[in-house]
């Protein structure tokens, strides 16, 4: 049996369309080292100004076919827009689509105010270089890069420790 993993993104409005329909998502806040040289601050600086940082979503979808088919729709309409098709007429009752978007516009203030509660996660990189495989018989070739690892911005000097910090 083939399992299913949840969907994973960075796209904010699509994590509050989730939230609007309310589909199971997990949010994590992380302040990389680009942003934290970009904002000139130390990670417990960010934080205390309420710096978002880059969010990672995982919508999770599985399991429920009503879940994945929003997010589908949600990324055809996306690029439908991209591409230049923000014309186009949606074939919905009028009072429907203005109440929908009283409550994505609503519903995005307390999407916020949950991310703001977050505790953020500094992401540490990995020692090490990416390293690019032989390619096969197709041209294909594998990179593999040494990672990261993310550490609560509150952890404590024992987890630190132990994690090597």
């Known amino acids: 049996m083939k399992q299913q993993l949840p969907y994973l993104t960075r796209n904010t409005a699509l994590a509050v369309v989730a939230f609007l329909f309310r589909i ?3 949010r994590k806040r992380i302040y990389t080292q680009s942003f934290l040289e970009q904002s000139n601050l130390t990670a417990k600086e960010a934080y205390r100004r309420s710096q978002l940082g880059e969010i990672d979503y995982a919508i999770h979808t599985e399991g429920d076919e ?3 088919k929003i997010i589908k729709a ?6 439908r827009i991209e ?4 014309e186009t007429e949606l074939d919905c009752d009028p009072e429907v689509a203005a109440r929908l978007a009283c ?6 203030k307390n999407f916020f ?3 703001f509660a977050l505790i953020p996660f500094i992401r540490i990189p990995m020692t090490g270089v990416p390293k690019k495989s032989a390619p096969d018989n197709n041209g294909a070739y594998t990179v593999t890069s040494p990672g990261f690892k993310d ?3 509150d952890a404590d000097s024992s987890t630190l420790k132990h994690l090597g910090l």
Do not use: C, H
């Open 24 to 26: 199971p998502i997990t």
């Open 66 to 68: 009503t879940y994945t």
């Open 74 to 79: 949600f990324n055809d309409e996306k690029l």
């Open 83 to 86: 591409d230049g098709q923000d």
């Open 103 to 108: 409550r994505v516009l609503y519903a995005r």
């Open 113 to 115: 105010r949950d991310l």
């Open 151 to 153: 550490v609560r911005l």
